[in-house]
């Protein structure tokens, strides 16, 4: 062999295992993708078919309501109910169900049965940007104090401080938010008054025109401070105690002993050695979390009267509203499925292992 088809034949050699990597790279990611359109098609399809298992349907709510308010009677009701309702609960589940798939494939919603001529996707957008607004700055907030309070209880673990911060931790962590929502809101606003609950209701102040403002904002602060504090209190202490333990396994590394016996500071193996490795767990669980951002405020924002997006589904629930329950519950089905789909893919290149072993070579 010459030497240039010894040359060609080595350059082909170095090529095949970076093209084989890249492959199999390429399948992880299409299989993680594939994984998540299924995922999200099955769970579209149980809520169809669960929605319509709730005790009676749009027609016969909106009949019982104008009965029970207004001492309509039956047939008056149902005529009413006749004019304004384009649902027809007579019609076969089979054609619902291929409309409602239909209409997904096109991004079309449908319009909302209790309000005709609004579109699901405009009660959506509506509402959604005050649940991202207030679960997101509090999940932020939460996230960094959880990881500054957790380092700490790791470096003084055994010490008064650690077993306060475990002890809090493990009480907030345990407790559901609509239900430490329910505490604050009658012990807080209604025994002691020291909250104004009324004030605090609903996104903004009425006769408040929304603008990029700092009156705005501060406004919006105000009225989601109590969602906030809820949210920040009940993820905190599952921040803290994760990365603590993250922390204390990542000082016993063998790279930190040596860090120490090469002579580098505490500071510097605080924050370049332990620091940056113990949070690489925490942030994979950060990007789950923000898939729940939508779903984990339904109740507390019922509780608060917190106009975002879990209240609106939680009133498209007892009106049997089904367009803008099965919208709601798509949305959050869509950024839970995404952010994991997010978190796979960012472990996946952090430790490279895991896309080997689910289809590498």
Request: proline share 4%; no cysteine.
């Amino acid at each position: 062999m010459s030497a240039t088809d010894q040359t060609e034949h080595a350059v082909e050699q170095s090529k095949t295992p970076r093209q084989s990597g890249r492959r199999s790279a390429a399948r992880y990611v299409v299989g993680r993708i594939v994984k998540a359109l299924f995922t999200i098609y099955v769970v579209a399809t149980a809520t169809f078919f669960l929605v319509r298992l709730l005790p009676g349907n749009p027609v016969d709510v909106y009949i019982n309501q104008q009965i029970a308010q207004y001492g309509m009677s039956y047939q008056d009701a149902a005529n009413q109910a006749a004019g304004l309702f384009s649902f027809d609960p007579n019609e076969p589940v089979l054609l619902q169900y291929l409309d409602y798939l239909a209409g997904i494939v096109r991004g079309d919603f449908g319009e909302s049965l209790l309000s005709p001529g609004s579109s699901v996707l405009g009660q959506i957008g509506a509402y959604l940007p005050w649940t991202l607004f207030s679960v997101g700055i509090a999940l932020v907030v939460s996230f960094i104090l959880g990881i500054g309070i957790g380092m700490m209880m790791a470096y003084r673990r055994g010490g008064i401080f650690d077993h306060l911060m475990t002890f809090a931790g493990s009480v907030t962590h345990s407790v559901p938010n609509f239900l430490l929502a329910m505490m604050i809101v009658v012990f807080f606003g209604v025994q002691l008054e020291w909250l104004p609950i009324a004030d605090m209701r609903g996104a903004y102040s009425p006769g408040v025109v929304p603008a990029f403002s700092a009156a705005f904002i501060a406004d919006a602060l105000y009225h989601a401070a109590l969602p906030m504090l809820v949210y920040v209190l009940t993820s905190l202490g599952g921040w803290m105690l994760v990365m603590k333990s993250s922390t204390v396994e990542t000082l016993g590394e063998d790279y930190v002993t040596v860090a120490r016996a090469r002579g580098l500071t505490d500071r510097r193996i605080q924050f370049q050695y332990v620091g940056r490795n113990a949070m690489l767990p925490l942030f994979t669980s950060f990007a789950l979390s923000l898939g729940f951002v939508v779903g984990g405020s339904i109740l507390v924002e019922q509780v608060t009267q917190y106009q975002g997006i879990g209240f609106l589904l939680f009133e498209a629930v007892n009106r049997r509203d089904y367009p803008v329950l099965q919208g709601i519950l798509l949305v959050v089905t869509i950024s839970v499925v995404i952010a994991n789909l997010v978190a796979d893919l960012l472990y996946s290149r952090i430790d490279p292992r895991i896309r080997i072993a689910s289809g590498g070579n």
